[in-house]
Nanobody, 123 residues
């Protein structure tokens, strides 16, 4: 099994920055996609960003494009999300997730999930 643990969440003012980290342990894969999703209270979980194993392809939700950057360190089995120019609407629990096969961004296609880390952006 693959276990994922997120960290780096917190409380920031609008316009500020946070860097989220996700550490993976357990079984590893020679090729896999890692992504970030988020969920606000009473809302559906939504896609934020994803990155291929090689790091040569990334994808972002329109709502975060130009503000967030996803990256990974395969030697450390880790993925990161640098969040800049944060807005109150970015407030949510952020989840790290793994897709073993697909270059896809639907939450139903991801195989493993972390417990989430809270990000709160005040106005």
């Amino acid at each position: 099994q693959v276990q994922l643990v997120e960290s780096g969440g917190g409380l920031v003012q609008a316009g500020g920055s946070l860097r989220l980290s996700c550490a993976a342990s357990g079984r590893t894969f020679s090729r896999y996609v890692m992504g970030w999703f988020r969920q606000a209270p009473g809302k559906e979980r939504e896609f934020v960003a994803a990155i291929r194993w090689s790091g040569d392809s990334t994808n972002y939700a329109d709502s975060v494009k130009g503000r967030f950057t996803i990256s990974r360190d395969n030697a450390k089995n880790a993925v990161y999300l640098q969040m800049n120019s944060l807005k109150p609407e970015d407030t949510a629990v952020y989840y790290c997730a793994v897709n073993k096969r697909n270059w896809a961004f639907d939450k139903t296609l991801y195989d493993y999930w972390g417990q989430g880390t809270q990000v709160t952006v005040s106005s």
